[in-house]
């Protein structure tokens, strides 16, 4: 009877925890779902589940960055970007241009974020693939976000989202300069703020809107 007792009082513990925003965060949180590591000139995808992938390294290529969130990886290597969909169980890669130079980078479970000197890269998890996007003459870099579905990255000119779910980088043209203050950015939104205007990018949809 006891043991009874004690399986009802834990279910209504557990119930009443349910019920708390902390704890039901904890219970929707990604855990991690893939690793990567390196053997004898090999890099190797692991899932929690079936399916092990492998790229090879090239004669003279170095990894400078491995990193792994949720179902996605990350390798960056002297000669090419590498993402490692956990949901495909694939790597994808992208060859770096001669001369191209990474100066910053993120990771969540559901994208990859890259900036580097002469275009922008995200890789989309779930769909496997990446893109990129070209800096114009004179374009210059400023505050990069990121959040679970969505970045955004700001330039002198303008601001370019990136969605792990729809096309990929979304462009427009700033009307006047923005500071961090101007910005909003949640796991799926995007706000921008220019003035009296409000422009908003979800991670649904592969467009920028204005509030009305």
């Not at 399916?51 to 960056?76: C, D, P």
């Not at 002297?78 to 994808?92: A, D, H, I, N, Y």
């Not at 000197?117 to 003459?137: H, I, N, P, T, V």
């Amino acid at each position: 009877m006891a043991l009874s007792i004690g399986r009802i009082g834990a279910c209504v513990f557990f119930s009443v925890l349910c019920h708390t925003p902390l704890f039901c965060l904890a219970q929707n949180l990604i855990t991690d779902q893939v690793s990567i590591t390196v053997e004898r000139d090999q890099i190797f995808g692991i899932t929690s589940g079936e399916g092990i992938a492998r790229q090879f390294l090239a004669s003279g290529e170095e990894i400078v960055v491995l990193e792994t969130r949720g179902v996605t990886g990350y390798v960056q290597t002297t000669k090419r970007l590498l993402g490692f969909s956990g949901q495909m169980r694939r790597w994808v890669e992208l060859p770096l241009a001669s001369g191209e130079q990474i100066v910053q980078w993120a990771v969540t479970p559901w994208l990859v974020l890259v900036i580097g000197k002469r275009q922008g890269y995200g890789f989309q998890s779930d769909l496997g693939r990446w893109k990129k996007e070209s800096w114009g003459a004179g374009e210059m870099v400023g505050d990069v976000r990121v959040k679970s579905y969505v970045g955004l990255v700001t330039t002198n000119r303008r601001a370019m989202a990136f969605s792990a779910i729809t096309g990929g980088f979304f462009s427009r043209d700033l009307l006047q300069p923005i500071g961090t203050q101007d910005v909003q950015i949640n796991d799926h939104i995007v706000l921008l703020h220019e003035g009296v205007r409000t422009f908003v990018f979800r991670s649904g949809l592969a467009i920028w809107a204005e509030l009305p």
